[in-house]
């Protein structure tokens, strides 16, 4: 089989609504709090000019938003600070979430709802696009490890190919009773199924064409022919490609659930370094050029 690549992250599984929950919505209160106040400022704000980021208003909610968006992108390095049952880590992640949204309020409110091609819009795209990616993260670490205990039960990966590589030897045994054609969807099964492989193929956990699923086929038909001893061994080769078509479906899934777990980070942590680099743009081009 095709060596397995595997994602391998140091990132925090949390149980279902711990940090949404932290200290009885502490954060959640406050981002409402924060952003109630802005719509409310905004509102009754009466700027001689159509409101836009160079008002006091729009400088206070600028400079909040610009506080915000340092807090939360330093909770990446935080976070790797602490343990998983870590209050602190609970508590930072907690405000990450609320806060992240109640950022885009603020933001919003900030850009006076003017857009351009401009380093200004593309602050704000960027941070629009940290935030949404950070929501997927958000929904990947609730979901998929409960998947993942489903998918695997009392097993671990390492058991699941071990087992594998046990009926690929049964299965070999078998087919040496067989008709030839047999025994070489037998060793294309074993050498050409990917677990693992490209990052498509971890995220979607398929592979096209896949040589155990070809077997099981060329099996199946094939027994239609044999007679006597022959038909009994054709059907003792389905039983075990079939079991090693459904472990090779758990590892897959396996590798799957993991890899929709972590993709997210090829999208949010490039877009918060950009982001950081288009703030500080953004608030250069204010001071010394407005």
Not at 99 to 124: D, Q, R
Not at 141 to 168: C, H, Q, W
Request: hydrophobic share 50%.
């Amino acid at each position: 089989m095709t060596p397995v690549m595997r994602f391998d992250h140091h990132h925090t599984r949390m149980r279902h609504g711990t940090f949404l929950e932290y200290k009885k919505f502490r954060y959640l209160k406050l981002a409402t709090l924060v952003s109630v106040a802005s719509i409310a400022a905004y509102v009754f704000h009466k700027p001689p000019v159509t409101p836009y980021g160079g008002t006091w208003l729009g400088y206070t909610l600028g400079t909040i938003g610009a506080l915000l968006i340092l807090m939360l992108l330093w909770f990446g390095v935080r976070k790797r600070q602490y343990s998983a049952a870590d209050a602190n880590l609970q508590g930072w992640l907690s405000a990450h979430v609320y806060l992240g949204v109640s950022l885009i309020i603020i933001a919003t409110l900030h850009t006076g709802f003017e857009v351009g091609w401009n380093v200004h819009t593309l602050a704000y795209v960027l941070m629009l696009g940290v935030i949404f990616s950070g929501f997927y993260g958000i929904y990947s670490y609730v979901r998929f490890p409960s998947m993942i205990t489903g998918n695997m039960a009392e097993d671990s990966f390492d058991s699941i190919m071990l087992k594998i590589s046990t009926l690929d030897s049964e299965a070999r045994k078998i087919a040496m009773r067989l008709p030839d054609h047999l025994v070489l969807a037998v060793q294309a099964a074993a050498q050409g199924t990917i677990i693992g492989g490209g990052l498509f193929t971890q995220v979607t956990g398929r592979q096209r064409n896949c040589p155990t699923t070809a077997a099981l086929t060329i099996i199946q038909k094939g027994g239609a022919d044999l007679k006597g001893d022959a038909a009994k061994h054709n059907h003792e080769l389905y039983s075990v490609m079939l079991q090693r078509k459904r472990l090779v479906d758990r590892a897959r899934a396996d590798i799957s659930y993991r890899a929709r777990m972590s993709i997210w980070l090829f999208f949010h942590v490039p877009l918060s370094i950009a982001l950081l680099a288009a703030l500080a743009a953004h608030i250069v081009s204010v001071f010394f050029y407005w």
